[in-house]
């Protein structure tokens, strides 16, 4: 029903893809067309439904793994949710940010319901970066201390307080000076945050699984921990739970693992649905915060976050979850997902050097870094579009929705084995080259990847326009 | 809809119990403690029916008026093929969006990074001018309103803003409209000159067009790029497309706030040049917006698109706002000497009410007069008009007679 081409097997011209092509290079980005075409990641997608999209390019469907970092929990056209968009749509618009509303008011409550006991307070956000900024503006001004805790890999996004946090070099290097007052700690070590928290410290944020940095999961003894040294130092605690929220990793928040509730948690991706910009932050009504906020309730005004429409689908996805128990669901597939992949790992150690994660939120790490793309390529001819991840191209994640059944999952499996079967073939010829340390900085290198890559599809292409000697493979 | 019928006191009550109780002081103190009900055109209803002319458009969002037929049409058809898509991705929809955009901007401004919110098309301007001139300087005017984000609440002028901790190092704010200043703060080490051409919040306070022909002359003059926000004063609100139409002066780069989406979609972007991309070309992927053009809210904004060039809003807007001005010049004048001047352009229209209780109190009073009014954020004594830019004459002289009762009954 939700189809723009005829069907299945309906396949763009290749002048029409060459076209949206040539029109995104020219208004949007040249550059990305040519890095997404080298990582073998230039779909078009179309059909998107369920935990599928067809490419409109190949006609090839595949399982959506990458899900926009996270944002198709409930999947993608979940039909509880886009029936409460149409309702919406009879009577609503955005609404207007300085009036009553009904719509937050209920979403609140919601929010606050499906918490962690103690976050029963609420702000709205635009999306993950406008909700760090808000929990980071919130800790700074509340406190009145000027020093921000990260971690060293961290991502938190790319506004000015969120790129300020992110505690890779790679987003934040052409865009200097940054905020003042940033420091990062190495991830996961107790004795590192422990020198580095004082009475300066306005905050200390952290994802309670590092998503971009490759599948990171903190211990729960570090969180608890952290818990500590943040009351001591009266610090406050704030999660970044944008990508590991709304029963990605099993629980409804990834911090109900570890049982350490934060001063503050951002919210965004899976709570609007895949379909509507939404975000929040909670935070528990502190005295420091609400003395900050008697003065300062306007420090952070939300204008497009928490619109009426927005609130109607974050209220029905949040709806969807609790009656599905979709938490439940993504702890008993992230089982079955991991220890397959985990059996993969053992029987090629050449290739998968890792696989951790929790609930569906797993990553495979590869030996090296220029196995990603090649590893994209052949999970995509295998129906499974992965992408590996921004601040480590060695890592691929797997988060596909959350509603994936039992076969859903036994068909990710299958396709990496094959894919993985497939990567053999090829190994031959890159691994004698991958031990020249030159030619693996190389063959590691983005630009050289991007160049090598395009210039291989190139030659694929015109093997494909070949007739007798291509084909596409569908 | 259950939620829908919820009664107003149970509203407040919802309201202290999940959010700063300051904020239901501050909407009172507005007389903006109003459920927002039905909405349709120029109109909001509150939950007893009572009819209020929208004259705040969710600050020049709602420039369609509000729920305009072929956008919430448009995106009803969205939803149904399809969703926000991978961000990542290559896509039709925003590519095509895109396109239009630049169709739409003026001459030069041909390349797209979309956002959701006008403070993060602010911080991904800075971030492209830092990006692409390697320098670390940015200029800016007092007086400025550029949004919540890291670098547009480094650039705004705002009482609170010190208490945030550092912001971004490297930010000149200089006085708005002094050449000299100019002259002498933007040098080889700036990377932009950052303004909006007219300050909204700040009392519609416009540029003269010798003052932005002169940063045009001054940023060419020392490599410098020239960013305009029009997030306010653009799609048409001041009478023009843009406002930058007055002065004739281009910028590199042009923000487009959220009436993009006409109040259906939250959708904002940032418009720059061909030769500014040559730096996001070369770091593909460097800045990202999860939400930001998202496949289905880019569909809903080619519709709206689609409508500002078939209404061409901003011909009814120079129009409804020149008898608006006039009728309130006289409505206001007669009733009270303490109301100043009315500043601004087309349907964006601040009058200044000398001080910030007498500005409140007009507010409380236009809100029972029928019309939703709200002070400035940095002329806190201003009180913005703001209607949707399809405003019939006869609902421009409703606005006209209710201001005219609120100044008399204050």
């Known amino acids: 029903m939700r189809a723009r081409s005829s069907g299945k097997g309906a396949v763009l011209g290749r002048g029409e893809k060459k076209r949206i092509e040539e029109q995104f290079a020219r208004h949007i980005n040249r550059g990305q067309v040519k890095y997404l075409k080298a990582g073998h990641l230039d779909v078009l997608e179309t059909m998107r439904r369920g935990i599928r999209f067809t490419d409109e390019a190949t006609g090839r469907t595949m399982i959506d793994c990458f899900t926009s970092a996270g944002c198709f929990n409930v999947g993608r056209g979940n039909p509880v949710v886009l029936a409460a968009l149409e309702e919406a749509l009879d009577s609503l618009d955005m609404g207007s940010w300085m009036l009553l509303s009904p719509w937050k008011a209920a979403l609140a409550r919601e929010l606050v319901q499906v918490a962690p006991r103690g976050l029963d307070r609420v702000f709205f956000a635009s999306g993950g970066g406008d909700a760090i900024d808000c929990a980071i503006k919130l800790a700074r001004g509340a406190t009145g201390r000027p020093t921000v805790i990260s971690t060293v890999k961290a991502y938190h996004g790319h506004t000015g307080f969120a790129l300020s946090a992110n505690g890779k070099e790679h987003y934040r290097r052409y865009f200097e000076p940054l905020m003042p007052g940033f420091r990062f700690v190495p991830f996961n070590d107790s004795e590192a945050i422990a020198s580095a928290v004082d009475e300066k410290n306005a905050a200390v944020i952290i994802e309670p699984i590092q998503g971009e940095a490759g599948i990171f999961a903190a211990d729960d003894e570090y969180l608890r921990e952290l818990r500590r040294l943040c009351d001591r130092h009266g610090a406050l605690l704030i999660f970044d739970e944008v990508q590991t929220g709304f029963c990605r990793t099993g629980r409804f928040f990834a911090c109900e693992h570890s049982r350490v509730v934060p001063d503050i948690m951002a919210l965004a991706k899976s709570i609007g649905g895949g379909v509507y910009p939404n975000g929040a932050v909670l935070y528990r009504g502190l005295p420091v915060i609400n003395r900050f906020l008697k003065k300062h309730h306007d420090f952070h005004t939300s204008y497009n976050g928490g619109s009426d429409i927005g609130c109607c689908v974050s209220l029905a996805v949040i709806r969807f979850m609790r009656e599905t128990r979709l938490w439940e669901k993504a702890e008993r597939s992230g089982a079955r997902l991991y220890s397959a992949l985990e059996d993969i790992r053992r029987e090629n150690p050449a290739i998968i050097r890792e696989v951790r994660g929790l609930g569906l939120m797993i990553g495979i790490e590869y030996i090296h870094e220029f196995m990603g793309p090649m590893m994209s390529d052949a999970l995509a001819k295998n129906g499974v579009f992965a992408a590996y991840s921004g601040n480590a191209p060695q890592v691929m994640r797997f988060m596909p929705p959350l509603v994936a059944s039992d076969e859903d999952i036994d068909e990710i499996i299958a396709a990496t084995r094959a894919a993985v079967g497939a990567m053999k073939s090829i190994l031959p010829l890159a691994l004698p080259a991958a031990r020249v340390p030159f030619l693996l900085n190389l063959l590691n290198n983005e630009r050289v990847q991007t160049l090598l890559f395009n210039w291989l599809r190139s030659a694929e292409d015109l093997v494909e326009r070949i007739p007798g000697l291509g084909g596409r493979n569908k | ?410």
Not at chain 2, 173 to 202: C, R, S, Y
Not at chain 2, 236 to 259: C, N, Q
Not at chain 2, 268 to 273: E, G, K, L, N, R
């Open chain 2, 1 to 410: 809809m259950k939620t829908a019928n919820m009664s107003k006191r149970t509203l407040i009550e919802e309201y202290r119990r999940f959010f700063p109780g300051a904020m239901l002081d501050s909407m009172r103190s507005e007389g903006l403690d109003i459920i927002e009900g039905k909405r349709e055109g120029a109109f909001i209803y509150d939950e007893k029916g009572k009819r209020y002319i929208d004259c705040i458009t969710s600050a020049s969002v709602h420039n369609l008026g509000r729920r305009p037929r072929g956008v919430t049409a448009a995106f009803r058809k969205a939803l149904r093929e399809t969703d926000q898509g991978n961000f990542p991705m290559i896509s039709r929809e925003k590519a095509a969006l895109a396109a239009k955009i630049a169709a739409f901007s003026p001459y030069g401004l041909d390349c797209v990074v979309f956002s959701v919110t006008r403070g993060e098309s602010v911080d991904f301007a800075c971030k492209l001018v830092r990006g692409a001139t390697g320098r670390g300087g940015i200029v800016t005017v007092d007086g400025s309103w550029f949004g919540q984000t890291g670098f547009a609440l480094s650039l705004s002028e705002r009482a609170d803003r010190g208490i945030y901790g550092p912001l971004v190092p490297g930010v000149d704010i200089i006085p708005f409209g002094d050449f000299a200043a100019a002259a002498k703060a933007v040098t080889d080490g700036t990377a932009a000159v950052i303004l909006e051409p007219m300050q909204a919040e700040n009392g519609c306070r416009a540029a003269y067009p010798e003052y932005l022909g002169e940063l045009r002359r001054l940023c060419d003059a020392r490599g410098a790029v020239l960013v305009f926000d029009e997030t306010q004063s653009g799609m048409g609100r001041t009478g023009k497309k843009f406002f930058l139409e007055y002065s004739g002066v281009v910028p590199d780069v042009l923000v487009i706030g959220e009436a993009l989406g006409a109040g259906v979609f939250p959708i904002a972007a940032t418009v720059f040049t061909e030769k500014l991309n040559r730096f996001m070309n070369r770091h593909p992927l460097i800045h990202l917006s999860t939400f930001g053009g998202s496949d289905i809210g880019c569909m809903t904004a080619i519709a709206a698109l689609e409508l500002y060039e078939r209404l061409r809003p901003w011909e009814n807007a120079e129009t409804m706002g020149r008898r608006l001005r006039s009728g309130l010049e006289k409505a206001l004048r007669r009733r009270s000497r303490q109301i100043g001047r009315v500043s601004g352009a087309g349907l964006l229209l601040a009058v200044d009410f000398g001080n910030r209780a007498n500005a409140l109190a007009f507010c409380r009073s236009a809100a029972r007069s029928g019309v939703l009014v709200k002070t400035g954020e940095v002329d806190r004594s201003s009180v913005l008009i703001r209607p949707s830019l399809l405003i019939t004459p006869t609902q421009t002289n409703e606005i006209i007679e209710a201001m005219g009762k609120a100044a008399e009954n204050k």
